[in-house]
């Protein structure tokens, strides 16, 4: 070590510690423990920061090496450095285009550029194939830090106008990183991998292009945004890929349409037109969760839809919330006089939260009235952009599967267990068999004491142990007036999807003014504990559309039974059978047009009925039905009347199944 060298102690995941000379590296580390350890390093972190393999470091610090064990480390710097490798394949191929930003997006990453001719797919064709050489060629990766002026010089004096304003907008002291992969170079925040060899070549794929403002200011000129996606190898793309195209054949807005269940038009964007068909489904999942609600111990309620901007002002929301609101002024005075002209400003819904806690105050409250749970499936309007609406997954007007709990502090454990119990079972009757349960905690900004948050906080944790469920905690993300819970869905094709939600609130009791007399006689403040299932109707039937693709069970399906004629000798029977099996409380119809029976299967396959009935000459003679299931190739033939019991059993929501209703 030279005369004036300095030390630094490097602490590693396992407690050990080394001594090194400052201006030690990752890489240096990483070396050191073992030469595959080197070899198989891909960046590290410094005291939790992740970092270039290459970065120096100049103060005691721990480091943990990355490699590809560190799944979700690794795949965002594959992804990262696919993104460089792509913009410096586009400038290869057309040296013209100018390049602008290139970040990591979930799964993949996207490049704005700037060129004036549209790129195509046979351009997807080249750009992937020169970004395969690049990766050949494991061109090392390398950055140094400039100062703004040199840094701005350089991308003058190259014609790169997007990166001269991205410079410029970089704050005072934040370090300016210039990033080189081989000769190429691009202004980025890092890190990135050693060389461009640890992207694997056959582990991507260009998506598609879409425009985009520079900057998204419609003012700015557009620019071509290429998405690509990445994975650490091929096998893991093509199961990704694979789930594509399984998720387009199960696209809710297709099947909404091959099935009629619901239509969107421009007169009322955002808001579902619901069709019989889908109405059905609609009202078979509402009944089914009011009986659950019911059982559970809620209070089902109703609460306006329209309510004075004075309300939204004192729970909060106007401030909050206002842009997503939907607003209307009524002119509520008439003729001459103080009230002549006036106006009153009123919003639709956008939930359902401070209407319960108007009900809660409405008479006075005991401590022998807590714990107090209300239910409502509200209808709740709130305003999204045109661009992000999606089908049932994203709109404008919704009904919630919303309630609220009013509790002691006391009683919150007690709850989250009873609300987490009731979810599960909800969710296990729907077809999903397990969720992840992600637990956010107290926000650095928050108000009430440490000791309220640990007690809250301990409450939702003690629950969740006691169920013995497993839960990932995510530091900081509660809200500022308490901690929640999320419940993450897993579809029949891997995909999650956040449904429900348990959040601990004594915020909104205390802006609108709720009370409870206590044991001791005096006014105490409840807890309110904001709580859904679903989330929304018109969402979650989205998702059970996407889950079963369009094969609902036979309690949901919206057409569950077709009894369709061989031959017209079996018209009348096929009627008889339609009314025996609407009798007992199926939806059941008839098919008795002069078509071949194989077409009638066909058709109705397509329209996924679950239970189609043949019946011919034999079946009436024999007062018999030839059972076709959907997705089966065979059949089988029943007699009528065990045919009727049978799915009229089958068809039984699975809570009154439970019940033996």
């Known amino acids: 070590?030279?005369?004036?060298?300095?030390?630094?102690?490097?602490?590693?995941?396992?407690?050990?510690?080394?001594?090194?000379?400052?201006?030690?590296?990752?890489?240096?580390?990483?070396?050191?423990?073992?030469?595959?350890?080197?070899?198989?390093?891909?960046?590290?972190?410094?005291?939790?920061?992740?970092?270039?393999?290459?970065?120096?470091?100049?103060?005691?610090?721990?480091?943990?090496?990355?490699?590809?064990?560190?799944?979700?480390?690794?795949?965002?710097?594959?992804?990262?450095?696919?993104?460089?490798?792509?913009?410096?394949?586009?400038?290869?191929?057309?040296?013209?285009?100018?390049?602008?930003?290139?970040?990591?997006?979930?799964?993949?990453?996207?490049?704005?550029?700037?060129?004036?001719?549209?790129?195509?797919?046979?351009?997807?064709?080249?750009?992937?194939?020169?970004?395969?050489?690049?990766?050949?060629?494991?061109?090392?990766?390398?950055?140094?830090?400039?100062?703004?002026?040199?840094?701005?010089?350089?991308?003058?004096?190259?014609?790169?106008?997007?990166?001269?304003?991205?410079?410029?907008?970089?704050?005072?002291?934040?370090?300016?990183?210039?990033?080189?992969?081989?000769?190429?170079?691009?202004?980025?925040?890092?890190?990135?991998?050693?060389?461009?060899?640890?992207?694997?070549?056959?582990?991507?794929?260009?998506?598609?292009?879409?425009?985009?403002?520079?900057?998204?200011?419609?003012?700015?000129?557009?620019?071509?945004?290429?998405?690509?996606?990445a994975f650490a190898s091929k096998p893991e793309l093509d199961a990704y890929l694979t789930m594509l195209e399984e998720a387009e054949k199960r696209d809710h807005r297709k099947i909404g349409r091959e099935l009629e269940l619901f239509h969107f038009q421009e007169e009322a964007p955002g808001m579902v037109f619901w069709h019989p068909n889908g109405w059905r489904v609609y009202r078979a999942l509402e009944e089914y969760m009011r009986r659950r609600l019911d059982a559970a111990g809620y209070r089902e309620i109703r609460t306006p839809q329209v309510v004075d901007r004075k309300l939204w002002e004192a729970s909060g929301h106007w401030e909050a919330y206002r842009e997503n609101m939907f607003i209307t002024e009524i002119d509520e005075g008439s003729g001459a006089g103080e009230h002549a002209n006036a106006k009153r400003t009123n919003a639709l819904k956008p939930m359902n939260c401070p209407c319960h806690v108007q009900i809660y105050n409405h008479g006075l409250k005991s401590y022998r009235d807590l714990p107090l749970r209300m239910a409502e499936f509200g209808s709740c309007h709130r305003y999204e952009s045109s661009g992000s609406m999606h089908g049932l997954m994203r709109v404008r007007g919704f009904t919630q599967d919303d309630a609220h709990i009013f509790c002691t502090g006391e009683q919150i454990e007690d709850e989250t267990r009873r609300f987490i119990e009731l979810l599960s079972s909800v969710y296990e009757d729907l077809g999903f068999e397990g969720f992840d349960i992600k637990f956010s905690t107290r926000p650095e900004v928050r108000i009430g004491s440490d000791e309220a948050w640990d007690r809250v906080e301990g409450a939702l944790e003690s629950a969740i142990e006691k169920l013995g469920l497993d839960y990932e905690v995510d530091p900081g993300e509660g809200a500022f007036y308490g901690p929640k819970l999320d419940f993450k869905l897993t579809d029949a094709i891997g995909r999650e999807w956040q449904c429900g939600t348990f959040q601990v609130d004594p915020n909104l009791p205390a802006r609108l003014g709720a009370e409870y007399v206590g044991e001791d006689g005096a006014k105490h403040r409840p807890y309110m504990l904001h709580r859904a299932i679903l989330g929304s109707f018109e969402r979650f039937i989205g998702i059970l559309i996407e889950n079963y693709a369009g094969k609902l069970p036979l309690w949901l399906a919206p057409r569950q039974i077709v009894v369709a004629t061989i031959t017209s000798e079996a018209d009348d029977y096929a009627e008889e059978v339609a009314a025996a099996l609407v009798k007992s409380g199926l939806r059941a119809e008839a098919d008795t047009r002069n078509e071949k029976i194989n077409y009638k299967v066909r058709e109705h396959s397509v329209g996924k009925v679950p239970l189609i009935l043949a019946v011919g000459g034999r079946e009436v003679a024999d007062r018999t039905v030839a059972v076709r299931r959907l997705g089966d190739k065979g059949q089988n033939v029943m007699a009528l009347d065990a045919a009727v019991s049978a799915f009229r059993d089958e068809a039984t929501p699975p809570d009154l199944r439970r019940e033996g209703r």
């Open 1 to 229: 070590m030279a005369d004036g060298a300095r030390n630094v102690t490097i602490t590693l995941p396992d407690g050990a510690e080394r001594t090194c000379a400052t201006g030690v590296t990752g890489a240096d580390i990483a070396a050191a423990i073992s030469p595959s350890l080197g070899k198989a390093a891909l960046a590290c972190r410094i005291d939790g920061r992740l970092a270039d393999l290459s970065e120096p470091i100049e103060r005691d610090a721990a480091l943990e090496v990355v490699t590809a064990k560190d799944k979700a480390d690794a795949l965002g710097l594959i992804r990262h450095d696919c993104a460089h490798i792509m913009a410096r394949a586009v400038q290869e191929l057309w040296p013209d285009v100018k390049v602008t930003i290139g970040p990591v997006i979930e799964n993949g990453w996207y490049y704005d550029f700037d060129r004036e001719t549209p790129f195509s797919d046979e351009d997807f064709a080249a750009i992937e194939k020169r970004m395969r050489q690049i990766i050949a060629a494991r061109d090392p990766v390398r950055y140094e830090i400039w100062d703004r002026a040199r840094a701005i010089a350089h991308y003058k004096a190259n014609n790169e106008p997007y990166k001269v304003e991205l410079v410029e907008a970089i704050p005072d002291g934040e370090p300016i990183r210039m990033y080189w992969h081989g000769d190429w170079q691009d202004l980025c925040r890092g890190p990135h991998l050693v060389h461009t060899g640890q992207v694997s070549a056959d582990g991507f794929k260009l998506m598609k292009v879409a425009g985009a403002y520079w900057r998204g200011d419609s003012s700015n000129k557009m620019l071509q945004r290429i998405y690509g996606v």
